[in-house]
């Protein structure tokens, strides 16, 4: 089940990397978040923690859509549930 809601996490997160109307650098944010939580040598909560502090870093980004910074709250959230 948790790995499942891990791939689905990572989903959202390529998405989010592929849509055209997503600034640049909210795109490597979530290229490096993919990237993390793919890492199964890693702890899930270690994962799951630098992802949420990766987006966390550009939820605030002034240059992004309001929709996009809701997709970005939504993909924190999923995470959130992981580590409970």
Known sequence: MTETAVLD???FLRELSEDSTVPKNVKSKAE??????????????????KTMSELDEIADDSNMQPYTRTQIWNIV????????
Not at 32 to 48: F, M, P
Not at 77 to 84: D, F, I, Q, R, Y
């Open 9 to 11: 996490v990572i989903n």
């Open 32 to 49: 490096s978040a993919i990237r993390i939580l793919s890492d199964k040598n890693t702890e899930l909560s270690i994962r799951v923690d």
């Open 77 to 84: 959230s999923c995470l959130e549930k992981l580590t409970n």
